[in-house]
């Protein structure tokens, strides 16, 4: 019988993720105090549904690194993981807020759909191009975070996305109001804003959602671990397999191998640890393994 824990320290790219996060909160809420201001004074709900859309992104941005600082708290023995784990809460509270901004904007845009209302387009084409240019920036600002490996990046990177794609809404509105008097433009830019947000914001829930359930990673097949590890000469089965996420990139296992012939214990257990790291990139693993025995011990009778 033997048991091991192989850890290795959580490498992220923390003090980029940092910087990137904050520095792109100062300035998406700087803008979103003037887009606000902005659709009030041209009464473009464009305008308006783009700035409930920075709204959300200056709260992800903020509850976003808010929780990269929690994340690096250390473990105690009440929380033995640390507070890592609530960078994903805050993805998933993210997500939520998207979907909730997003239904608000197509039920004021179904209003102003029969009844559009005078605005100001000039006013409106301009804050619309400067959003654009604050968006990219932020964006700028988030692609160098690693947004492939953190969720909470992703999820603000997303949230940024989509508000770039609400500012070039805004602009083809702003024009065609300006060229053609079509005040029907602006709720139809809202809810091209309000499709986006939902999309971004139900993936968002979903990814964070299915970390939070203990899910498997998704970069991760769970029946291509277990055939890899049957494949180490000695290895008569492997059971008990569960892969999970404490957060994004922090992926766990545990399992039982059983092996025939005597003194091989270390030799596969060393082998088992570094198939999981090179191969699968799974740093923290406990291995429990121990000699087949007639009937396998296994909770279900069976090895494999």
Same mark, same amino acid.
């Given at each position: 019988?033997?048991?091991?824990?192989?850890?290795?320290?959580?490498?992220?790219?923390? @003090?980029? *993720?940092?910087? $990137?996060?904050? !520095?792109?909160?100062?300035?998406?809420?700087?803008?979103?105090?003037?887009?606000?201001?902005?659709?009030? #004074?041209?009464?473009?709900?464009?305008?308006?549904?783009?700035?409930?859309?920075?709204?959300?992104?200056?709260?992800?941005?903020?509850?976003?690194?808010?929780?990269?600082? #929690?994340?690096?708290?250390? $473990?105690?023995?009440?929380?033995?993981?640390?507070?890592?784990?609530?960078?994903?809460?805050?993805?998933?509270? *993210? /997500?939520?807020?998207?979907?909730?901004? !997003?239904?608000?904007?197509?039920?004021?845009?179904?209003?102003?759909?029969? *009844?559009?209302?005078?605005?100001?387009?000039? /006013?409106?084409? @301009?804050? !619309? +191009?400067?959003?654009?240019?604050?968006?990219?920036?932020?964006?700028?600002?988030?692609?160098?975070?690693?947004?492939?490996?953190?969720?909470?990046?992703?999820?603000?990177?997303?949230?940024?996305?989509?508000?770039?794609?609400?500012?070039?809404? $805004?602009?083809?509105? $702003?024009?065609?109001?300006?060229?053609?008097?079509?005040?029907?433009?602006?709720?139809?830019?809202?809810?091209?804003?309000?499709?986006?947000?939902?999309?971004?914001?139900?993936?968002? @829930?979903?990814?964070?959602?299915?970390?939070?359930?203990?899910?498997?990673?998704?970069?991760?097949?769970?029946?291509?671990?277990?055939? @890899?590890?049957?494949?180490?000469? *000695? +290895?008569?089965?492997?059971?008990?397999?569960?892969?999970?996420?404490?957060?994004?990139?922090?992926?766990?296992?545990? =399992?039982?191998?059983?092996?025939?012939?005597?003194?091989?214990?270390?030799?596969?257990?060393?082998?088992?640890?570094?198939?999981?790291?090179?191969?699968? /990139?799974?740093?923290?693993?406990?291995?429990?393994?121990?000699?087949?025995?007639?009937? =396998?011990?296994?909770?279900?009778?069976? =090895?494999?």
């Amino acid at each position: 019988m033997g048991h091991h824990h192989h850890g290795h320290s959580h490498g992220h790219s923390h @003090t980029g *993720n940092k910087k $990137a996060l904050f !520095s792109s909160f100062l300035l998406i809420t700087a803008f979103m105090v003037v887009e606000v201001i902005g659709g009030f #004074l041209t009464n473009s709900l464009a305008l308006l549904s783009d700035a409930g859309h920075m709204l959300s992104d200056s709260v992800a941005l903020g509850l976003s690194f808010f929780a990269i600082k #929690l994340g690096e708290r250390k $473990a105690t023995e009440n929380k033995t993981y640390g507070y890592k784990r609530f960078e994903i809460i805050a993805a998933a509270l *993210n /997500g939520l807020t998207l979907i909730g901004i !997003s239904l608000y904007i197509f039920i004021e845009a179904y209003h102003r759909f029969f *009844n559009p209302p005078v605005i100001n387009s000039m /006013g409106m084409l @301009t804050i !619309s +191009v400067i959003g654009l240019l604050v968006n990219i920036i932020a964006a700028w600002i988030l692609m160098k975070g690693d947004k492939e490996e953190n969720l909470n990046v992703r999820s603000a990177f997303l949230h940024v996305i989509g508000d770039m794609l609400g500012s070039v809404g $805004a602009i083809l509105a $702003a024009l065609f109001i300006y060229f053609f008097g079509w005040g029907i433009a602006d709720p139809i830019a809202s809810v091209i804003v309000a499709v986006l947000v939902l999309i971004s914001g139900w993936r968002v @829930t979903k990814d964070s959602l299915h970390i939070l359930m203990e899910g498997a990673p998704i970069r991760i097949e769970v029946e291509k671990v277990k055939k @890899t590890l049957m494949g180490i000469q *000695n +290895v008569k089965g492997v059971h008990d397999l569960h892969i999970w996420s404490i957060t994004s990139g922090m992926p766990m296992l545990t =399992c039982h191998i059983a092996i025939e012939g005597e003194g091989m214990h270390d030799k596969v257990l060393h082998q088992a640890q570094s198939i999981l790291h090179d191969d699968f /990139g799974i740093e923290h693993s406990t291995i429990q393994v121990e000699q087949q025995e007639p009937g =396998c011990p296994s909770h279900h009778g069976v =090895c494999n």
